[in-house]
Nanobody, 116 residues
Framework: QVQLVESGGGLVQAGGSLRLSCAAS????????MSWYRQAPGKQRELVARITSGGSTNYADSVKGRFTISRDNAKNTVYLQMNSLKPEDTAVYYC??????????WGQGTQVTVSS
């Protein structure tokens, strides 16, 4: 059983930056996909960014050019660098890991609040 622990959330002014980290209790090397999702109050959880084991990345249109996902297999950690933050980025951000569509793990979430 792998545990994912997010950190790095907080309160920031619009235009600011935050870097989220997702530390896994075990190796992330075997995870095909690791992603960041977010859920704002009253809204469905949505995919923000994903990265494959080969390093390919995809982003939601709303964050393209502002957010960057990366993974450090040696540290068993996935990052989400968030720049030029907007109030609409306010949400709980969740880390997600998928191995062969069989083993799926979620973190507990970290709150990001962007003030205008």
């Amino acid at each position: 059983q792998v545990q994912l622990v997010e950190s790095g959330g907080g309160l920031v002014q619009a235009g600011g930056s935050l870097r989220l980290s997702c530390a896994a209790s075990g190796s992330i090397f075997s995870f095909n996909v690791m992603s960041w999702y977010r859920q704002a109050p009253g809204k469905q959880r949505e995919l923000v960014a994903r990265i494959t084991s080969g390093g390919s990345t995809n982003y939601a249109d709303s964050v393209k050019g502002r957010f960057t996902i990366s993974r450090d297999n040696a540290k068993n950690t996935v990052y989400l660098q968030m720049n030029s933050l907007k109030p609409e980025d306010t949400a709980v951000y969740y880390c997600y890991a998928n191995r062969m569509n069989v083993y799926i793990y979620w973190g507990q979430g970290t709150q990001v609040t962007v003030s205008s």
